[in-house]
């Protein structure tokens, strides 16, 4: 049997370091295998700066920053993605808290021919107030406790997607990597974007996500749909890794997203045009540094 990939955990944030911290927690009670994680700030301040620096020597983590243009997220995670140094990527978004064996189930499902999604249980309000204040570490719950002990005002129907505690654990879900006889995963209303995990050899095949999308919509599903045009399957990797979602006021969606044209596998606008971009840069920047009188140095 072959060993487990390389796993990097690509946490995408903006100006709720609360959460940051909360999903950082999260992540550094992960069980199983390390794993290296990389904090994706779409020009958050200095307080997120803080968070991620008290997480240095508990999690092997990175800060990869860029300037907040529109809520860049497919250039903010193509640029993360660089960063990283795993073999296996897994997209988190940064308001979304993972369980205890989150990484572990994404490890088990990371399976050649394969790409994986999730499920999300929304917290109400209240119950995010104390996730936050660390009062409440839902991710430590066992399945007896969710469905047996967690109070119904815990959850909330909140943007339509899962909320019922119960789905964390269904029985007749067969959507596995493991279980290739079954049907595709396909994730409530086509959320792929808030738990995603793809070999890092996949990404770059379909050249990363599309750069064109800006705003909080779209960019994930249109990934997903260019794996699938590679032959690959969407599979879940169980309730483990279903993700707490927490509470914040719904988001505008951005009007108008790029178009795309039925079988195009590659993102017109991706991964290696921000690789060749940032390139540039560095050799602009070496050059003027090498120009500078060296009293400026």
């Not at 709720?16 to 994680?37: I, K, M, Y």
């Not at 279980?179 to 995990?197: C, I, L, M, V």
Request: proline share 7%.
């Amino acid at each position: 049997m072959s060993p487990p990939p390389k796993l990097s955990v690509i946490v995408a944030t903006y100006e709720w370091p609360e959460a940051l911290d909360v999903v950082l927690r999260a992540l550094a009670e992960q069980r199983g295998e390390p794993f290296s994680v990389v904090v994706a700030d779409d020009g958050s301040g200095e307080e997120t700066a803080r968070v991620v620096e008290r997480w240095q020597g508990t999690l092997a983590i990175n800060h990869v920053w860029q300037v907040n243009e529109g809520f860049l997220k497919g250039r903010l995670l193509n640029r993360a993605s660089l960063a990283a140094d795993g073999d296996y990527l897994l997209f988190l978004d940064g308001d979304c808290v993972p369980r205890v064996r989150f990484v572990e189930a994404v490890r088990r499902a990371a399976l050649a021919g394969w790409f994986v999604a999730s499920k999300r249980v929304n917290l109400s309000p209240a119950t995010t107030e104390r996730v936050l204040s660390h009062s409440l570490r839902v991710w430590r719950w066992s399945a007896a406790r969710w469905l047996v002990s967690a109070p119904r005002e815990l959850v909330t129907s909140h943007h339509r997607h899962v909320n019922r505690p119960g789905v964390l654990f269904p029985l007749r879900d067969r959507s596995r990597p493991w279980r290739p006889r079954g049907s595709d995963f396909r994730p409530p209303y086509n959320g792929y974007g808030y738990a995603f995990g793809v070999f890092r050899e996949d990404f770059e095949r379909v050249n990363g996500f599309d750069m064109r999308f800006c705003g909080w919509d779209g960019e994930d599903v249109d990934i997903a749909v260019r794996l699938h045009e590679t032959g690959l399957r969407c599979g879940w990797p169980g309730p483990p890794a279903s993700v707490l979602h927490l509470w914040h006021e719904q988001r505008k969606r951005p009007a108008n997203l790029p178009p795309r044209e039925d079988g195009v596998i590659e993102a017109p606008l991706g991964l290696r045009e921000l690789s060749r971009e940032l390139a540039t840069v560095r050799s602009a920047q070496n050059a003027s540094e090498d120009r500078a009188p060296r009293g400026n140095r």
